[in-house]
Protein backbone atom coordinates (compact mmCIF):
# COMPACT_ATOMS: atom_id res chain seq x y z
CA UNK A 1 0.00 0.00 0.00
CA UNK A 2 1.10 3.56 -0.35
CA UNK A 3 2.42 5.44 2.16
CA UNK A 4 -0.77 7.77 2.13
CA UNK A 5 -2.82 5.19 2.80
CA UNK A 6 -1.35 4.45 5.88
CA UNK A 7 -1.53 8.17 7.01
CA UNK A 8 -4.86 7.28 6.13
CA UNK A 9 -5.80 4.84 8.05
CA UNK A 10 -3.68 6.09 11.08
CA UNK A 11 -5.80 9.28 10.97
CA UNK A 12 -9.34 7.55 11.17
CA UNK A 13 -8.18 5.24 13.75
CA UNK A 14 -6.92 8.19 16.24
CA UNK A 15 -10.52 10.33 15.75
CA UNK A 16 -12.39 7.02 16.25
CA UNK A 17 -10.49 6.27 19.60
CA UNK A 18 -10.27 9.67 20.81
CA UNK A 19 -14.13 9.88 19.85
CA UNK A 20 -15.37 6.54 22.15
CA UNK A 21 -12.77 7.54 24.75
CA UNK A 22 -14.19 11.58 24.87
CA UNK A 23 -17.68 10.73 25.21
CA UNK A 24 -19.55 11.71 27.98
CA UNK A 25 -21.17 9.22 30.45
CA UNK A 26 -25.15 8.10 29.81
CA UNK A 27 -27.72 9.41 31.99
CA UNK A 28 -27.85 6.94 35.59
CA UNK A 29 -30.87 5.98 36.01
CA UNK A 30 -32.28 4.05 38.80
CA UNK A 31 -32.85 0.57 39.15
CA UNK A 32 -36.16 -0.84 39.58
CA UNK A 33 -36.42 -3.93 41.55
CA UNK A 34 -39.09 -6.40 40.61
CA UNK A 35 -40.82 -9.42 41.98
CA UNK A 36 -40.10 -10.20 45.56
CA UNK A 37 -37.86 -12.73 47.58
CA UNK A 38 -39.47 -15.88 48.93
CA UNK A 39 -40.16 -15.38 52.89
CA UNK A 40 -37.84 -15.99 55.17
CA UNK A 41 -36.18 -13.38 56.43
CA UNK A 42 -35.85 -9.15 56.73
CA UNK A 43 -31.74 -8.98 55.89
CA UNK A 44 -29.47 -11.40 53.84
CA UNK A 45 -29.01 -13.09 57.13
CA UNK A 46 -32.51 -13.84 57.41
CA UNK A 47 -32.97 -12.20 60.77
CA UNK A 48 -35.50 -9.50 62.48
CA UNK A 49 -33.81 -8.19 65.34
CA UNK A 50 -31.35 -11.06 65.95
CA UNK A 51 -34.05 -13.52 65.96
CA UNK A 52 -34.78 -15.97 63.15
CA UNK A 53 -37.61 -15.76 60.88
CA UNK A 54 -37.67 -19.40 59.92
CA UNK A 55 -40.76 -21.36 59.72
CA UNK A 56 -41.58 -24.89 59.43
CA UNK A 57 -43.13 -24.00 56.10
CA UNK A 58 -41.62 -26.18 53.38
CA UNK A 59 -40.21 -24.26 50.23
CA UNK A 60 -42.30 -23.09 47.52
CA UNK A 61 -42.28 -24.89 44.67
CA UNK A 62 -41.51 -23.23 41.08
CA UNK A 63 -43.11 -23.97 37.99
CA UNK A 64 -40.00 -22.94 35.87
CA UNK A 65 -42.28 -23.10 32.83
CA UNK A 66 -44.43 -19.94 33.97
CA UNK A 67 -43.02 -16.41 34.72
CA UNK A 68 -42.93 -15.53 38.61
CA UNK A 69 -45.72 -12.34 39.00
CA UNK A 70 -44.60 -9.44 39.34
CA UNK A 71 -46.15 -7.01 41.86
CA UNK A 72 -48.06 -4.02 40.34
CA UNK A 73 -46.14 -1.15 39.93
CA UNK A 74 -47.85 2.12 41.01
CA UNK A 75 -46.77 4.36 38.21
CA UNK A 76 -48.26 7.81 37.92
CA UNK A 77 -49.16 7.82 41.33
CA UNK A 78 -48.52 10.99 43.26
CA UNK A 79 -45.61 10.84 45.61
CA UNK A 80 -45.41 12.24 49.23
CA UNK A 81 -42.19 12.38 50.34
CA UNK A 82 -42.50 14.41 53.79
CA UNK A 83 -45.23 12.20 55.39
CA UNK A 84 -42.31 9.71 56.45
CA UNK A 85 -39.31 11.62 56.08
CA UNK A 86 -38.59 11.56 60.07
CA UNK A 87 -38.83 7.15 59.26
CA UNK A 88 -36.18 6.76 57.02
CA UNK A 89 -34.16 3.70 58.13
CA UNK A 90 -30.24 4.12 58.44
CA UNK A 91 -28.10 1.35 57.79
CA UNK A 92 -24.37 0.56 59.15
CA UNK A 93 -21.60 0.28 56.45
CA UNK A 94 -21.96 -2.43 53.81
CA UNK A 95 -25.15 -3.82 55.53
CA UNK A 96 -28.47 -4.52 54.14
CA UNK A 97 -30.22 -5.79 57.48
CA UNK A 98 -32.68 -3.39 59.03
CA UNK A 99 -31.33 -2.67 62.95
CA UNK A 100 -33.38 -3.32 65.78
CA UNK A 101 -32.77 0.38 66.47
CA UNK A 102 -34.58 1.38 63.48
CA UNK A 103 -37.23 -1.07 63.24
CA UNK A 104 -39.62 1.32 65.33
CA UNK A 105 -39.18 3.67 62.08
CA UNK A 106 -40.55 0.67 59.97
CA UNK A 107 -43.24 -0.33 62.65
CA UNK A 108 -44.67 3.38 62.77
CA UNK A 109 -44.89 3.26 58.66
CA UNK A 110 -46.46 -0.26 58.77
CA UNK A 111 -49.50 1.05 61.23
CA UNK A 112 -50.33 4.31 59.72
CA UNK A 113 -50.03 2.38 56.30
CA UNK A 114 -52.65 -0.55 57.19
CA UNK A 115 -54.89 2.40 58.04
CA UNK A 116 -54.52 4.30 53.88
CA UNK A 117 -56.35 1.54 52.33
CA UNK A 118 -55.97 3.03 49.04
CA UNK A 119 -52.82 3.99 49.15
CA UNK A 120 -49.20 2.39 49.14
CA UNK A 121 -45.46 2.93 49.74
CA UNK A 122 -42.23 2.85 47.53
CA UNK A 123 -38.86 1.71 49.53
CA UNK A 124 -36.38 4.05 48.02
CA UNK A 125 -32.62 2.26 48.71
CA UNK A 126 -29.04 4.37 48.98
CA UNK A 127 -25.66 4.36 49.85
CA UNK A 128 -22.90 6.19 50.28
CA UNK A 129 -19.90 6.83 47.43
CA UNK A 130 -17.87 4.44 48.47
CA UNK A 131 -17.50 1.51 46.80
CA UNK A 132 -18.45 0.72 42.42
CA UNK A 133 -21.46 2.24 41.05
CA UNK A 134 -22.71 -1.73 40.36
CA UNK A 135 -22.23 -2.62 43.90
CA UNK A 136 -24.10 0.22 45.15
CA UNK A 137 -26.65 -0.52 42.81
CA UNK A 138 -27.00 -3.71 44.07
CA UNK A 139 -26.51 -2.59 47.73
CA UNK A 140 -29.42 -0.07 47.68
CA UNK A 141 -31.28 -2.75 45.96
CA UNK A 142 -30.80 -5.08 48.68
CA UNK A 143 -31.26 -2.03 51.43
CA UNK A 144 -34.94 -1.53 49.61
CA UNK A 145 -35.49 -5.53 49.77
CA UNK A 146 -35.00 -5.12 53.56
CA UNK A 147 -37.15 -2.80 54.41
CA UNK A 148 -39.98 -3.48 52.01
CA UNK A 149 -39.60 -7.30 53.13
CA UNK A 150 -39.85 -5.90 57.13
CA UNK A 151 -42.99 -3.87 56.16
CA UNK A 152 -44.65 -7.05 54.80
CA UNK A 153 -43.58 -9.08 58.06
CA UNK A 154 -45.75 -6.50 59.87
CA UNK A 155 -48.76 -6.59 57.86
CA UNK A 156 -48.44 -4.62 54.54
CA UNK A 157 -49.25 -6.58 51.62
CA UNK A 158 -46.69 -6.91 48.68
CA UNK A 159 -48.86 -5.81 46.18
CA UNK A 160 -48.63 -2.08 48.20
CA UNK A 161 -44.84 -1.43 48.17
CA UNK A 162 -42.49 -0.89 45.32
CA UNK A 163 -38.91 -0.50 45.15
CA UNK A 164 -35.83 0.82 43.59
CA UNK A 165 -32.25 1.71 44.17
CA UNK A 166 -30.58 4.47 43.62
CA UNK A 167 -27.07 3.36 44.57
CA UNK A 168 -24.93 6.53 45.67
CA UNK A 169 -26.65 9.02 42.76
CA UNK A 170 -28.65 10.68 45.28
CA UNK A 171 -26.78 11.51 48.36
CA UNK A 172 -29.28 13.37 51.58
CA UNK A 173 -25.78 14.73 52.46
CA UNK A 174 -23.02 16.05 50.72
CA UNK A 175 -19.30 15.68 52.02
CA UNK A 176 -16.69 13.02 52.04
CA UNK A 177 -16.74 11.98 55.56
CA UNK A 178 -18.16 9.42 57.93
CA UNK A 179 -20.79 12.05 58.78
CA UNK A 180 -22.09 12.64 55.78
CA UNK A 181 -22.08 8.88 54.56
CA UNK A 182 -23.79 7.49 57.16
CA UNK A 183 -27.15 9.80 56.51
CA UNK A 184 -26.35 8.28 52.95
CA UNK A 185 -26.76 4.77 53.87
CA UNK A 186 -30.22 4.81 53.66
CA UNK A 187 -33.81 3.54 52.91
CA UNK A 188 -36.89 6.25 52.14
CA UNK A 189 -40.66 5.89 52.24
CA UNK A 190 -42.27 7.45 49.95
CA UNK A 191 -46.47 7.31 50.18
CA UNK A 192 -47.84 6.97 47.01
CA UNK A 193 -51.84 8.24 46.40
CA UNK A 194 -53.51 7.02 42.98
CA UNK A 195 -53.46 9.96 40.36
Not at 129 to 150: F, H, M, P, Q, S
Not at 162 to 174: L, M, R
Not at 181 to 187: A, L, P
Request: charged share 25%.
Amino acid sequence: MKPSVFANLAVIGIVLASGIVGCKKGQKNPTPIPGGRVPGGVGPDGALDGRSLATNEPPAVVDPNKPLPLPPTHVGWREDRDTFSAQTVYFDLDKSVVKASEMAKVEAVATRLKTEAGKAMKVEGHCDERGTEEYNRALGERRAIAVRDALIRLGVGLDRIDTVSFGEDKPAVQGHDEAAWSKNRRGEFILLSPP
